[in-house]
């Protein structure tokens, strides 16, 4: 079955410091990978997908196929950046896209 | 420069109530979805609907009811309320499957007492 998994709730660092938000899927195809994030009072949105190997606001992520992981990581943290973060997998030419339970980034001052 | 508008923001239904929440979208996008995101959990796929007059169930779609009769809407109907539909929803749109965006509304979030 298909799953993506986010095995942090939340995610506490201090600005400055160096971020990594773990996401871990299954699946037995080819899959398309996207982190949305979320902030305060905001709708959930685009961060960045894999395909486009783009870096968004300093974050970026890298598909590892062999550890089935996709995880957003970014150098140093704002304060900017807490947000609600959500990994999402969609099947290759398929529209049912899957979330992970989410994570909450915290960056303290 | 709307995107998705979903209509109510908040509401409480009684057990046995129906309703329906709205969802518009002004980008011309064949997609169109709607998730249940319950406390701690990933959003879950409710209906989609690939274009005007064709939709299909996702993975909870117990409960529920969609319509799809033009490119802008595309409402979810509660019938017989129930405590277990207590979360928010959330529409979102896409321009095509796959690699495309999905561009979501602001939620409603949903309590059936």
């Known amino acids: 079955a298909q799953r993506v998994t986010q095995p942090e709730k939340l995610l506490s660092v201090f600005k400055g410091a160096p971020v990594e938000l773990k996401c871990n899927y299954s699946?037995?195809?080819?899959?398309?990978l996207f982190w949305y994030v979320q902030y305060s009072r905001q709708r959930l949105q685009l961060l960045l997908r894999?395909?486009s190997r783009e870096s968004i606001k300093g974050f970026t992520a890298d598909l590892n196929k062999g550890e089935t992981s996709f995880h957003l990581k970014k150098p140093f943290a704002q304060e900017e950046d807490s947000a609600m973060y959500y990994c999402?997998?969609?099947?290759?030419?398929?529209?049912?896209?899957?979330f992970g339970a989410g994570t909450r980034l915290f960056v303290k001052a | 420069n709307a995107g998705v508008t979903q209509t109510p923001k908040f509401r409480i239904l009684k057990i046995g109530q129906s309703m329906t929440l709205q969802c518009a979208q002004d980008?011309?996008?064949?997609?169109m979805y709607w998730y249940r995101q319950d406390p701690g959990m990933g959003l879950k796929l409710i209906y989609y609907?690939?274009?005007?007059?064709?939709?299909d169930k996702g993975e909870v779609p117990n409960g529920y009811n969609v319509s799809r009769s033009t490119t802008e809407d595309f409402p979810l109907r509660l019938e017989l309320a129930a405590p277990s539909q207590t979360s928010v929803y959330f529409c979102?749109?896409?321009?095509?499957?796959?690699?495309?965006?999905?561009?979501f509304g602001q939620g409603t979030r949903l309590t059936v007492v």
């Open positions: 979102a749109s896409s321009r095509d499957r796959g690699q495309t965006e999905a561009f």
């Open positions: 699946y037995s195809g080819s899959p398309e």
């Open positions: 894999h395909i």
């Open positions: 999402a997998l969609t099947q290759t030419g398929g529209f049912k896209t899957i």
């Open positions: 980008m011309n996008h064949n997609y």
């Open positions: 609907s690939v274009g005007a007059g064709i939709t």
